[in-house]
């Protein structure tokens, strides 16, 4: 069975940086693409950034520049380093994973930006 795990969210401030982490129980090469969304309370799902398999990205102009997605294939781990974070980046963060037959997400994590 397929997990994904997040990790790295908290409470931080305005301008301040966070990594978040998704873990995968199987190997991350199995999955053609992973991509880290975002929900705030009251709104819908979002996407912040994907990664295929092959490492081209894309990332939502709300995020671009600020936001990186990355991962490693050895430790079978996607990343999203944001930096210059802003209260309305406040949200869960979910880990999303794509295989040609299905779609996997984590349980999310909590990133709140508050002084």
């Known amino acids: 069975q397929v997990q994904l795990v997040e990790s790295g969210g908290g409470l931080v401030q305005p301008g301040g940086s966070l990594r978040l982490s998704c873990a995968a129980s199987v190997s991350i090469l199995s999955f053609n693409v992973m991509g880290w969304y975002r929900q705030a309370p009251g709104k819908e799902r979002e996407l912040v950034a994907r990664?295929?398999?092959?490492?081209?990205?894309i990332t939502a102009d709300s995020v671009k520049g600020r936001f990186t997605i990355s991962r490693d294939n050895a430790k079978n781990t996607a990343y999203l380093q944001m930096n210059s974070l802003k209260p309305e980046d406040t949200a869960v963060y979910y880990c999303?994973?794509?295989?040609?037959?299905?779609?996997?997400w984590g349980q999310g994590t909590q990133v709140t930006v508050s002084s």
């Open positions: 999303n994973a794509r295989t040609d037959w299905r779609i996997y």
């Open positions: 990664i295929t398999s092959g490492g081209s990205t």
